[in-house]
């Protein structure tokens, strides 16, 4: 044995679909201005975070978390106004939720299903987990091809279909009538993905119950607690039960669970800011569609997509300055030249935005 090396064994013993996989790129952020990952710029008040602070310091770090936090659980169903029969199942990060959506209903042969561009875990979690994927492309302006849609539905009957609701990296809500004449048509599972639901101005949870093959899931991620890593599914009881078998049972650590409700007995303070953001994106959109060579796409969600003649110059300029912001160049062809900002604060909003000038004049 001592005479393998690991490299050989590795290439033995790991999946080749894995060994074929590019680990999710995290860029090196220290100290530029941060506009690349959706999160909220904002802290919540001083005085909030010392009371945070307290609650941290006498938090029971020593014991497993509660594997099922009812009181935290119930403020969500506050929140979104949940029926009775509906339930919430909590994860760390909704990432983890895809996660565990997808396990559940791999059964041999079994698809899931997306649309293209969209957020890429739904890819990477099959990849992960050795189930087949589907990526149907959307239309030119990223609305859904709904033609296309039912008939790759149709052809492969696919167990999951995940569609992001504002999408990313779009920013459009899809049409409600098409995702509803999905729902009527998939015959596997439908997951309406909600991380965008504080900027946007729709959802499907007042609809849970008109459809058994219909599940929201949300993230705070986006809201003001990416740090905190706390998603969740809604849904019937009857599909939640089953998936609760496949969480793990301390999957929300007991600081996550102590801080995320504290934030959200000051749920109006996140959606304040939320707002805020919303203002911002509207006039950072018109600042950008008023540049030559920019074209900007509209956004229901806390980031804005565009379009440049030289994404990737565009985007190492911008860095050589300190900003940080996603270049979507290289990916899916769909998005060729294609940036995408995160909305940050007006200062950092305006520095982008004066870079940008600088750099596209
Ligand atoms: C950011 C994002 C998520 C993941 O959120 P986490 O809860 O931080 O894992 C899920 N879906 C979409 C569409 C996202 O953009």
């Given at each position: 044995m001592s005479s393998v090396s690991a490299a050989a064994l590795v290439n033995r013993l790991i999946r080749p679909e894995i060994l074929a996989l590019h680990a999710y790129h995290v860029p090196v952020s220290d100290g530029f201005i941060k506009l690349d990952a959706m999160e909220n710029p904002y802290l919540v008040p001083q005085t909030l975070r010392d009371e945070i602070a307290?609650?941290?310091?006498?938090?029971?770090?020593?014991?497993?978390?509660?594997?099922?936090?009812?009181?935290?659980?119930?403020?969500?169903?506050?929140?979104?106004?949940?029926?009775?029969?509906?339930?919430?199942?909590?994860?760390?990060g909704s990432d983890e939720i895809i996660q565990l959506l997808a396990m559940a209903v791999n059964q041999p042969n079994?698809?899931?299903?997306?649309?293209?561009?969209?957020?890429v875990m739904y890819k990477m979690i099959a990849t992960f987990i050795?189930?087949?994927?589907?990526?149907?492309p959307l239309a030119a302006d990223f609305s859904l091809d709904l033609p296309a849609m039912l008939a790759a539905i149709a052809r492969e009957q696919p167990?999951?279909?995940?569609?992001?609701?504002?999408?990313?990296?779009?920013?459009?809500?899809?049409?409600?009538?098409?995702?509803?004449?999905?729902?009527?048509?998939a015959t596997g599972l439908v997951v309406v993905d909600e991380a965008y639901y504080a900027f946007a101005d729709d959802s499907f949870v007042p609809r849970l119950s008109e459809f058994p093959n219909l599940l929201v899931m949300r993230t705070f991620s986006k809201l003001g607690m990416a740090g905190l890593r706390l998603g969740f599914l809604v849904g019937s009881t009857t599909w939640l039960n089953e998936l609760d078998k496949l969480r793990l049972p301390y999957n929300v650590g007991v600081l996550p669970q102590l801080v995320a409700s504290k934030l959200l007995d000051h749920h109006d303070v996140l959606l304040q800011q939320a707002a805020q953001l919303k203002q911002d994106r509207s006039a950072l959109l018109a600042q950008l569609a008023a540049l030559?060579?920019?074209?900007?796409?509209?956004?229901?969600a806390n980031f804005l997509l565009f379009r440049v003649k030289n994404a990737t110059a565009v985007f190492n300029a911008l860095k050589a300055r300190n900003i940080l912001i996603k270049n979507l160049n290289g990916g899916h062809p769909a998005l060729s030249n294609c940036l995408r900002v995160t909305i940050g604060t007006p200062a950092e909003n305006a520095q982008f935005l004066t870079a940008l000038e600088e750099i596209c004049r």
């Open positions: 307290a609650l941290v310091a006498n938090a029971p770090v020593n014991r497993y978390p509660d594997p099922n936090p009812v009181a935290l659980k119930q403020q969500i169903r506050d929140l979104l106004n949940l029926p009775e029969g509906m339930d919430v199942l909590l994860g760390n079994a698809t899931l299903l997306s649309v293209e561009p969209s957020f050795g189930m087949r994927y589907v990526g149907v167990a999951l279909i995940f569609l992001a609701y504002p999408n990313n990296p779009t920013g459009n809500l899809f049409s409600a009538a098409d995702i509803e004449q999905i729902l009527r048509t030559s060579g920019v074209q900007v796409f509209p956004s229901q």
